[in-house]
């Protein structure tokens, strides 16, 4: 990590942070949250948040091994933000919400919550931000992370290939192009704070969602190329399957088939 370094010049106050390995400021400039490195046995990072009006601090999480995709919602007095106390390499994540105020964190979904998909879970490439009206939050999921079995080959004595077949979707050079975007997808998912409830609202099957009125909305358009990727290499404009995606419950109505256009949702979920 290195030094981070709070100054208030109106009352010539500053303060040292010593191994922020990252920190986020929110809209309004009244709160900092940063993560720290402890050295240990492992190293093991702890979060907190500093009102900048008094310096205080609030440690939130502790003793985790990974802390990542932090925000605050538009007002500041919500904090969202992913950890993982998984100390292997490839981690799963879990979503935490934290009410300023209270000076807690709460785990709000896991792999166990109602409504994941099964032996799916929070994702830590999934962007974490707040709807503009602080009632919901988006976030990314994806399937349980598992281990890659260690053997004692090495990498020199592996076989690399590269296999395309004529009934692939993408051709080759496309699926190498968008093979680091495929290997960190994530799927949308939302959390509605004040019932404490989560819907998946894309998949496998309707894999772009798109949100409208800066997430206020309870609609969302799902979008789904997959029926036309192939011709695609070959015809513009390009085709795509649309869908009304009720916010609240993640359940699809279809609306235009084969649409060779873009199209966007109103807020009522009109397009």
């Known amino acids: 990590g290195f030094t981070l370094?709070?100054?208030d010049p109106e009352h010539n106050i500053s303060k040292q942070i010593h191994c922020v390995t990252s920190y986020l400021i929110n809209e309004?400039?009244?709160?900092?949250?940063?993560?720290?490195?402890?050295?240990?046995e492992k190293d093991t990072l702890s979060l907190y948040v500093m009102n900048l009006t008094d310096f205080s601090e609030t440690k939130l999480q502790d003793l985790q091994f990974g802390?990542?995709?932090?925000?605050?919602?538009?007002?500041?007095?919500q904090f969202a933000f992913l950890a993982s106390s998984d100390t292997n390499e490839l981690k799963n994540?879990?979503?935490?919400?934290?009410?300023?105020?209270?000076?807690?964190?709460?785990?709000?979904?896991?792999?166990?919550?109602?409504?994941?998909?099964?032996?799916?879970?929070?994702?830590?490439?999934?962007r974490?931000?707040?709807?503009q009206d602080g009632t919901k939050i988006y976030f990314g999921t994806n399937k349980i992370v598992r281990q890659v079995a260690v053997d004692s080959l090495l990498d020199s004595e592996k076989a690399n290939v590269d296999v395309w077949g004529a009934n692939d979707l993408r051709i080759q050079p496309v699926q190498l192009v968008e093979l680091d975007?495929?290997?960190?997808?994530?799927f949308l998912a939302v959390y509605h704070i004040e019932n404490n409830s989560f819907a998946q609202l894309s998949n496998d099957e309707i894999e772009n969602?798109?949100?409208?009125?800066?997430?206020?909305?309870?609609?969302?358009?799902?979008?789904?190329?997959?029926?036309?990727?192939r011709e695609a290499t070959w015809e513009y404009p390009w085709k795509s399957d649309y869908y009304l995606v009720d916010v609240n419950t993640g359940n699809k109505k279809l609306l235009k088939v084969g649409l060779g256009f873009t199209t966007t949702l109103s807020p009522s979920g009109k397009y």
């Open 67 to 77: 802390i990542t995709q932090m925000t605050f919602n538009e007002t500041g007095n």
């Open 5 to 7: 370094t709070v100054f």
């Open 28 to 40: 309004n400039g009244s709160s900092i949250a940063y993560v720290k490195s402890k050295k240990g």
């Open 181 to 186: 975007n495929d290997q960190k997808k994530s």
């Open 93 to 126: 994540y879990n979503l935490y919400l934290s009410e300023l105020s209270l000076k807690t964190a709460e785990l709000i979904v896991d792999s166990t919550k109602a409504g994941m998909p099964t032996k799916w879970t929070v994702s830590q490439f999934g």
């Open 128 to 131: 974490v931000y707040f709807s």
């Open 209 to 229: 969602v798109r949100i409208s009125d800066k997430g206020n909305s309870n609609f969302a358009l799902g979008v789904d190329e997959t029926p036309y990727l």
